[in-house]
């Protein structure tokens, strides 16, 4: 076993937008464990947007990350080495071993690493499908926008691993579907793969006039639920179309990650229409997670809810994919290879 752990740390932070100058590769030796410590080679690497909000140096809902210290991030992974007789050689787990190719974790800590079953779920699912974005789009539309039989959700981001969860999940409950992504290739998938009603190309509508008026031929009974990944006018334009007593759940903002403001246009909608806005971390509801993996494994495990992985070869390729994916040129869950 390599006795050397190559790893990627935030050299920087970014002004605007992140460059591969706010990211530095190092190596590490590894050192011998300690009594309850398990060494994890880590297979897969998870890049999401809430990361690009860790790295600026301001008030958020958890810590910014730290200059020279390795990258947060979830991983899945396979044990190597353990003094921990919860864990042994072999075992596939999932944690937050962040941008580097092992971790070396006190697994005497609880929910530092789980353990999981690689049987009929692959192990890359376990950071997407069946991990934090899927009990993501689960939380947020089963807890906050609660959809019934007959209603329509919009989803922004619906190609994304968390936006393509939760289309299926409502439409699971007899609810529309429809979905926004960028590109007709995005669109065509989220229709004919992954089973939405509709999907809008943002592309091909470039203002709140025009989005809107795409929205209303595909939500032609307005829109109850609409889970928000994106912000900015995307957001406006979902606004003129809600219903009364219709739910947003506020999952993401990517729109403005860098650090720009993001200005609604008619916030007065939201009285108007006696609507339930709700922003929502989904770490912050870890007993929801038991019920949502239980639904979310096993439609993985039967083929029922279908993902799309889009899969950067090597640790040293982590920084080019994570930019790709704050400008959208990911498909499906952004992940790293690392073996």
């Known amino acids: 076993m390599s006795t050397t752990n190559r790893q990627i740390v935030l050299a920087a932070r970014p002004k605007g937008e992140v460059t591969p100058d706010n990211f530095r590769l190092v190596e590490a030796a590894l050192a011998p464990l300690a009594e309850g410590q398990v060494r994890v ?39 190597v080495e353990s003094r921990n007789a919860h864990f042994a050689v072999g075992d596939k787990v ?28 692959p192990l890359s699912a376990y950071l997407g499908a069946v991990g934090m974005p899927g ?76 989005l809107s008026a795409a929205l209303k ?57 006696r609507m339930k806005v709700e922003g929502f971390i989904v770490s912050e509801h870890m007993e929801v997670w038991p019920e949502a993996l239980k639904e979310l494994g096993g439609l993985v495990a039967t083929g029922k809810l279908k993902y799309r992985e889009s899969v950067a070869q090597g640790l040293e390729n982590a920084p080019e994919a994570f930019m790709g994916l704050l400008k959208g040129k990911n498909f499906g869950k952004q992940l790293v290879k690392l073996v």
């Not at 600026?56 to 958890?62: G, M, P, Q």
């Not at 009974?221 to 006018?233: L, Q, S």
């Not at 003129?240 to 999952?251: E, G, I, W």
């Open 41 to 79: 080679r880590n297979h897969f690497l998870s890049l999401d947007p809430y990361m690009r909000g860790r790295m600026n140096d301001s008030k958020s809902y958890a810590a910014s990350q730290a200059i020279d210290e390795v990258m947060i991030g979830g991983t899945v992974g396979e044990v």
């Open 94 to 121: 999932v944690g937050m071993g962040g941008w580097q190719e092992f971790q070396t974790v006190d697994a005497t800590q609880r929910g530092v690493l789980q353990k999981v079953d690689t049987t009929h779920i």
């Open 135 to 210: 009990v993501t789009a689960w939380y947020g539309l089963v807890k906050i926008i609660n959809p019934k039989a007959g209603e329509t959700v919009v989803v922004s981001a619906a190609s994304g691993a968390v936006g393509s969860a939760v289309g299926q999940l409502a439409k699971a409950r007899g609810a529309r579907a429809v979905g926004i992504a960028g590109g007709a290739d995005k669109c065509r998938y989220v229709v004919e793969e992954l089973g939405f009603d509709a999907c809008i190309d943002y592309k091909q509508h470039g203002d709140v006039r025009s």
């Open 217 to 273: 031929a595909e939500c032609p009974n307005g829109i109850d639920g609409y889970f928000e990944n994106v912000g900015g006018y995307i957001l406006d334009a979902v606004l003129l179309r809600a219903n009364a007593f219709s739910r947003v759940a506020m999952c993401g903002m990517i729109s403005g990650y860098d650090g720009q403001p993001i200005p609604m246009a008619a916030p007065q909608l939201i009285l108007v229409n």
